[in-house]
C-alpha cells in the first residue's frame, strides 16, 4: 500500500488493466455458492453496521493501551533489507504524561512512503489506521456491483469469547469480475447486531505506473468496559515498478492491555 503513489494514480487519471489476484493462497481458492447460500450471505450484508470497524479506532482514546508495531521490508526472494520494531505505552485519557516508549528499534532503509503513513517512526500520536483499513463504499456491498462477486457463509469463528458470523466474498472469475480491485473479502459480523468486527481484503491494482498486491486483516476485540476496540492490523504487500526490484511489506500492528478509566 504505497500511499504516494496511489495518490498520484489517482490525480493522473491512471487507466487500470483487468487484475491478477496474484497473492491469493490455498485459502483464497474461488469456491462455489448455490442461490440459497447466496442469499442467506447478502441477507447478513445487507443489515451490516461498518461503522463499528473505524469506530473502534476512535474509541482508543478512551483507554490505556499498549501498542506494538513490527515492519519488515523484503527482496523477491526473501533476504530482510529493512526492519522496524516500535512498542509504546499509551497512558490514561486524563493523564498529562506522554506515551512512554518501551522499545524502538531499526535498521535498513524502507522504500516509498507506505510505512511511515501506517507506522510513523517517533511520533507519539496514534495513527488514523483505519482509514487504510475499510474500503470506501465497497463494490461487493453495492446492489449494483454485487453480480460480479460470489457470496457464502463460511463457518462462526470466535473473536474474544465471542461467535461470529463468517461472510466470504470472492471475485467471478473471467471478465464479469476481472476489474474488480478486490478479489476476495472476508467478514467477521457479530450476529446480534451485525457490526462488522473483523476484515480481511486481498486487493490486486494494476496502473500504468506500478502493480500492488496486497492482504490486509483487521480483528476487533471487545472492549474492557463496553462496545469493541482494536486487536490486530495485519499487512503484507507487494509493489511492482518498471525497471525496479519488486520490495515485499510486511506490517503487524497489535493493541493490548487495555485499561479504561476508573
Do not use: K
Not at 133 to 157: C, H, I, K, W
Not at 199 to 219: G, K, P, Q, W
Request: proline fraction near 9%; hydrophobic fraction near 40%; include cysteine.
Amino acid at each position: 500500500m504505497v500511499l504516494t503513489l496511489l495518490a498520484a494514480c489517482t490525480l493522473m487519471g491512471c487507466a487500470t488493466e483487468p487484475p491478477e489476484a496474484r497473492l491469493l493462497g490455498p485459502d483464497d481458492t474461488l469456491f462455489a455458492a448455490t442461490s440459497d447460500e447466496r442469499q442467506a450471505a447478502l441477507a447478513v450484508l445487507d443489515s451490516l453496521q461498518q461503522n463499528t470497524l473505524p469506530a473502534a479506532f476512535d474509541r482508543l482514546a478512551r483507554y490505556a493501551f499498549t501498542h506494538r508495531v513490527d515492519a519488515v521490508q523484503r527482496t523477491p526472494d526473501g533476504a530482510v533489507t529493512a526492519r522496524r520494531t516500535a512498542v509504546r505505552r499509551f497512558p490514561p485519557p486524563d493523564s498529562a504524561q506522554r506515551p512512554l516508549r518501551v522499545r524502538a528499534d531499526s535498521s535498513g532503509s524502507f522504500e516509498g512512503s507506505w510505512l511511515d503513513a501506517l507506522a510513523p517512526e517517533g511520533e507519539d500520536d496514534l495513527v488514523d489506521r483505519a482509514q487504510y483499513v475499510l474500503p470506501n463504499d465497497p463494490a461487493y456491498l453495492e446492489p449494483r456491483t454485487r453480480e460480479a462477486f460470489r457470496y457464502r457463509l463460511g463457518p462462526d469463528t470466535a473473536f474474544g469469547g465471542r461467535t461470529v458470523h463468517v461472510v466470504e466474498i470472492h471475485a467471478q472469475p473471467g471478465a464479469l469480475g476481472a476489474d474488480r480491485a478486490i478479489r476476495h473479502a472476508r467478514l467477521f459480523v457479530e450476529p446480534a447486531t451485525y457490526e462488522l468486527v473483523g476484515l480481511y481484503l486481498v486487493r490486486a491494482e494494476t496502473s500504468l505506473l506500478f502493480r500492488e498486491d496486497s492482504r490486509m486483516l483487521t480483528h476487533l476485540r471487545p472492549a474492557p468496559d463496553s462496545g469493541w476496540v482494536p486487536a490486530v492490523t495485519r499487512l503484507d504487500a507487494r509493489l511492482e515498478m518498471p525497471l525496479q526490484a519488486t520490495p515485499l511489506f510486511h506490517l503487524d500492528a497489535s493493541f493490548s492491555a487495555y485499561r479504561p478509566l476508573p
